[in-house]
Nanobody, 126 residues
């Protein structure tokens, strides 16, 4: 069974850092782009960052709201995806989801992703 499992969320203060991890089970997604999305209470799920698969793994996209603060990375053949977050703000509070696409190029649209994790909560207190 294919699963994406996120970890690393928590409650932190403004200005803190967190590193989220996503582990893939059941298959490798090395040829697929992977991404992070988030959903805050009462809001729609939004794109955070995406990184390409084999041949595109140096390509990454970021939402404007996280550029310069968040870094997406992956270990292609270890089935691991990461999101390093620094200078966290209360506006970053959300459930963060890991997702895997069907193609190798980084994607911003949630509809491009066919596999999703259950999410990990990140709460940033002021």
């Amino acid at each position: 069974q294919v699963q994406l499992v996120e970890s690393g969320g928590g409650l932190v203060h403004t200005g803190s850092s967190l590193k989220l991890s996503c582990t893939a089970y059941g298959r490798t997604f090395s040829s697929a782009a992977m991404g992070w999305f988030r959903q805050a209470p009462g809001k729609e799920r939004e794109f955070v960052a995406s990184i390409g698969g084999v041949g595109w793994s140096d390509d990454a996209k970021y939402a404007d709201s996280v550029k310069g603060r968040f870094t997406i990375s992956r270990e292609l053949y270890k089935k691991m995806l990461y999101l390093q977050m620094v200078s966290l703000q209360p506006g970053d509070t959300a459930v963060y989801y890991c997702a895997a696409s069907d193609g190798p190029m980084p994607q911003e649209a949630a509809g491009s992703y066919g596999y999703w994790g259950q999410g990990t909560q990140v709460t940033v207190s002021s």
